[in-house]
């Protein structure tokens, strides 16, 4: 199910979220639709939509590429994970990885790249990481969303899964923070808004988040679908 809160901030909207639901913090997806800070005359308010895990938008929320960084990995060595798989599920999730792949014909090794509480990250190695990224990570989004889609029919629907190659999740969320400081530059120097490219869910609300503690700037999501486009907005500084 899909749900929308409206509160003062980011934090507010999502604790009335989860006190309506029921459900701890963890146990649903956060998109940041629209969020504007308080200014002298206006009051600063967040839009966020809630997916829960446990309903069929489980399935898109799997867009989220989130992986532990180089500096979490450091401080938590647990996280770097054995490659090997650990019990069944493991096995099957990896095996059906593979042969997806290479019936798309190319040679892959699938290895576990870190595990966490109801989350697992599969590393992906081949000769042909470019074609498995796609443009804009498209083709490494859907074979992520299979991934989570068979690990449903193996019963594990509370593990997502997360795909990657060539630390490729890493480096698309370090350029989009990059783009959204100097879209905000942009905006602030012209006046206009923009209109950034279309982006999963986690992509749009690293944008809104990165841009959150800005003054003069606000954003919002426009567009239908999973893959919406954020627009950053000059407000200015009342």
Do not use: C, W
Not at 12 to 21: M, N, P, R, V
Not at 204 to 224: A, Q, Y
């Amino acid at each position: 199910m899909v749900y929308e809160y409206e509160a003062k901030t980011e934090k507010e909207a999502i604790e009335k979220a989860a006190a309506e639901l029921g459900l701890e913090k963890d146990q649903f997806d956060v998109e940041i639709l629209e969020s504007q800070k308080k200014s002298l005359f206006k009051n600063g308010y967040v839009r966020i939509r809630v997916h829960t895990v446990d309903s069929a938008d489980h399935v898109a929320s799997e867009f989220d590429g989130s992986v532990p960084n180089a500096t979490t990995r450091r401080n938590n060595p647990k996280i770097v994970a054995n490659p090997l798989a650990q019990d069944e599920f493991e096995q099957k999730l990896m095996d059906f990885v593979g042969i997806m792949i290479e019936k798309m014909g190319y040679e892959v090794t699938v290895e576990v790249m870190f595990r966490e509480d109801k989350k697992i990250g599969l590393k992906l190695t081949s000769s042909s990481s470019s074609i498995l990224i796609g443009r804009k990570g498209k083709n490494l989004d859907a074979m992520q969303l299979l991934a989570n889609v068979y690990a449903g029919h193996l019963g594990r629907e509370d593990v997502r899964v997360i795909l990657d190659s060539e630390n490729y999740r890493i480096r698309r969320e370090e350029s989009l923070v990059r783009l959204a400081y100097v879209t905000a530059d942009k905006v602030r120097a012209t006046r206009n808004s923009v209109l950034l490219e279309p982006m999963n869910p986690f992509e749009r609300r690293l944008i809104h988040t990165t841009l959150n503690d800005i003054p003069d700037v606000e954003t919002k999501s426009e567009g239908d679908g999973l893959y919406k486009q954020v627009r950053v907005i000059y407000k200015g500084v009342r």
